[in-house]
């Protein structure tokens, strides 16, 4: 069964960093593209960053590009999202997601950790 | 970027009736089109993929349509079970874009 189970959520103060993990399993992690989707509360669903199976290529959100780094790590079966310079409208669940190609569709997804960035 | 605009944003219905959501693309994406599921506290689940293709496990009533700039997706018979939000998304250029969202709720 696939599993992707982020942690790493709280709160942050605005200017501030947070790292986040998702921990795969169930599935050949080194196979996959990997992605972060967020949602800020009551809102729509927002493409974040995405990363090819051995870290080589990545891709972001304008909104993020320069301040988070997505990585991986595939002897943990782990993807990572480091947010540098947050700001109050990052504030968002965060959920890890499993991508079909190096440009698709998200087909298994976690359950989502909270980020708020507030004073 | 490739703008998804779904409509409508709230559609309220009755079990049993026919669904249809559309959603545009402000350029042409071909088929490159999934729509997801979403209830609330809970995380996107995939329903349809490459405009059309329903994923593994997905009830039959569901279906997907369309190509190029415009899609639909498509409840047969509303089921209690359905009542939740649907996203579209296009995968054909990075960024991947969602729609706003369409929320089925009872009439």
């Known amino acids: 069964e696939v599993q992707l189970v982020e942690s790493g959520g709280g709160l942050v103060h605005p200017g501030g960093s947070l790292r986040l993990s998702c921990a795969a399993s169930?599935?050949?992690?080194?196979?996959?593209?990997m992605t972060w989707v967020r949602q800020a509360p009551g809102k729509g669903l927002q493409w974040v960053a995405s990363?090819?199976?051995?870290?080589?290529?990545?891709f972001y959100v304008d909104s993020v590009k320069g301040r988070f780094t997505i990585s991986r790590d595939n002897a943990k079966n782990s993807l990572y999202l480091q947010m540098n310079s947050l700001r109050a409208e990052d504030t968002a669940v965060y959920y890890c997601?499993?991508?079909?190609?190096?440009?698709?569709?998200?087909?298994?997804w976690g359950q989502g950790t909270l980020v708020t960035v507030s004073s | 970027d490739i703008q998804m605009t779904q409509s409508p944003s709230t559609l309220s219905t009755s079990i049993g009736d026919r669904v249809t959501i559309t959603c545009r693309a402000s350029?042409?994406?071909?088929?490159?089109l999934a729509w997801y599921q979403q209830k609330p506290g809970k995380a996107p689940k995939l329903l349809i993929y490459?405009?059309?293709y329903l994923e593994t496990g997905v009830p039959s009533r569901f279906s997907g349509s369309g190509s190029g700039t415009e899609f639909t997706l498509t409840i047969s018979s509303l089921q209690p079970d359905d009542l939740a939000t649907y996203y579209c998304?296009?995968?054909?250029?990075?960024?991947?874009?969602f729609g706003g969202g369409t929320k089925v709720e009872i009439k």
């Open positions: 997601a499993r991508m079909t190609g190096w440009r698709s569709y998200f087909d298994y």
């Open positions: 169930g599935f050949t992690f080194t196979s996959y593209w």
């Open positions: 990363i090819k199976q051995d870290g080589s290529e990545e």
């Open positions: 350029q042409n994406i071909g088929s490159w």
């Open positions: 490459k405009a059309s």
């Open positions: 998304q296009q995968y054909d250029v990075y960024s991947l874009t």
